[in-house]
């Protein structure tokens, strides 16, 4: 498995303006962008999300969203990434509370 990347979102902190990273923060797929400085998670908007190049081709991938999810994809090779399989889930990052509070199960 490759290591998780490490994604600034293109937006600062609306509370102390300082750099925000992307991470896993629910099952299924929901990411947030957190501050550095520890100040309440975000939610991620699609504008958010840095560029990337594709390892393969070497060109810009695109920003999409699929199936409720957020999605890099190359418009060259046609490859495929979902943003929360990028990026490290929040308690890897972070000693803080996630967003949303804790998971719960469902009957």
Known sequence: MNQPLRLHS???????DR????V?????????RNC???????PVRLSD??????AVCK????????DKNYVYKCPSCGRTATVHSLVP???ESFDF??????DFEMH
């Not at 999300?49 to 594709?54: D, F, S």
């Not at 060109?59 to 699929?66: A, F, G, L, Q």
């Not at 509370?97 to 804790?102: E, Y």
């Open 49 to 54: 999300l840095p560029l990337l190049r594709c």
């Open 59 to 66: 060109v810009d991938m695109i920003t999409d969203t699929v």
């Open 19 to 22: 750099d925000c990273v992307i």
């Open 97 to 102: 509370q996630g967003f949303g509070g804790p």
């Open 10 to 16: 293109e937006r600062k902190c609306p509370a102390c």
């Open 36 to 42: 550095v400085a520890g100040h309440q998670a975000q």
């Open 89 to 91: 889930p929040w308690q």
């Open 24 to 32: 896993q923060s629910r099952a299924g797929g929901l990411v947030t």
